[in-house]
């Protein structure tokens, strides 16, 4: 079921990105780019899976659960502090982009005839 459930979160993600990637806005584009990141990042946290116990716990032996492979939040952990830096990078480049062309419209700064 909760399965499920983060499928269906996905998708308003990947949809309220997409929208946003579409805007003339330049920093509606890049939250956009933020939001597709991050709920790219949630997919790969659900198919790692919920089940299992923690890998530490899970060491002393016995039956049970398998433990939680590790590497998938490893790889998300990192995957976001990227994504903030990038973002980050992003939002200050728009501003140059205004400082300089007093606009943050695609049309406008395209230069179109």
Request: hydrophobic content about 50%.
């Amino acid at each position: 079921m909760t399965e499920v459930f983060l499928a269906g979160v996905l998708g308003v993600l990947f949809s309220i990105g997409t929208y946003l990637v579409l805007r003339r806005d330049v920093v509606r584009v890049v939250w956009g780019i933020s939001i597709i990141s991050q709920s790219a990042n949630v997919y790969l946290v659900t198919m790692g899976g919920f089940d299992g116990l923690g890998p530490i716990l899970s060491g002393h032996g016995g039956g049970g659960a398998a433990p939680t492979d590790p590497l998938v939040q490893a790889l998300v952990l990192t995957a976001i502090v990227i994504g903030f830096g990038t973002t980050a990078l992003a939002l200050v480049l728009t501003y140059r982009v205004y400082e300089e062309h007093g606009t943050i419209d695609m049309y406008e700064l395209g230069g179109s005839q």
